[in-house]
């Protein structure tokens, strides 16, 4: 069985920071694909970020390229998502996700390509 825990969502001024961590137990993720997506107010939950445990290869989504940055610790089975300049449209709840199969680019972003989640956490950035 595998528990995905997100913590570190908050309110934040625009161009402000955040960083949101996913502690994952239940098994070790080498070789696999964590990712984070959002959802906000009536909207779908789309995909952010993703990284690939073994080699550490990162893809994101347009929307957030070069504000944020996701990264792994091995030792804590953690992901994070360092978020910078924030902007009021990036306000919704924040997910994790976990994949226990290896994703190809083509994949990462898809959400029926990760049968683990996190309860989601709520990020809200006041303009």
């Known amino acids: 069985q595998v528990q995905l825990v997100e913590s570190g969502g908050g309110l934040v001024l625009a161009g402000g920071s955040l960083r949101l961590s996913c502690a994952a137990s239940?098994?070790?993720?080498?070789?696999?694909?964590m990712g984070w997506f959002r959802q906000g107010p009536g909207k779908e939950r789309d995909f952010v970020a993703a990284?690939?445990?073994?080699?550490?290869?990162?893809y994101y989504a347009d929307s957030v390229k070069d504000r944020f940055t996701i990264s792994r610790d091995n030792a804590k089975n953690t992901v994070y998502l360092q978020m910078n300049s924030l902007k009021p449209e990036d306000t919704a709840v924040y997910y994790c996700?976990?994949?226990?199969?290896?994703?190809?680019?083509?994949?990462?972003?898809?959400?029926?390509?990760?049968?683990?989640w996190g309860q989601g956490t709520q990020v809200t950035v006041s303009s």
């Open positions: 990284i690939i445990w073994n080699d550490e290869r990162t």
């Open positions: 996700a976990a994949a226990l199969t290896w994703l190809g680019s083509f994949q990462v972003g898809l959400r029926e390509k990760y049968p683990y």
């Open positions: 239940g098994r070790t993720f080498r070789g696999y694909a």
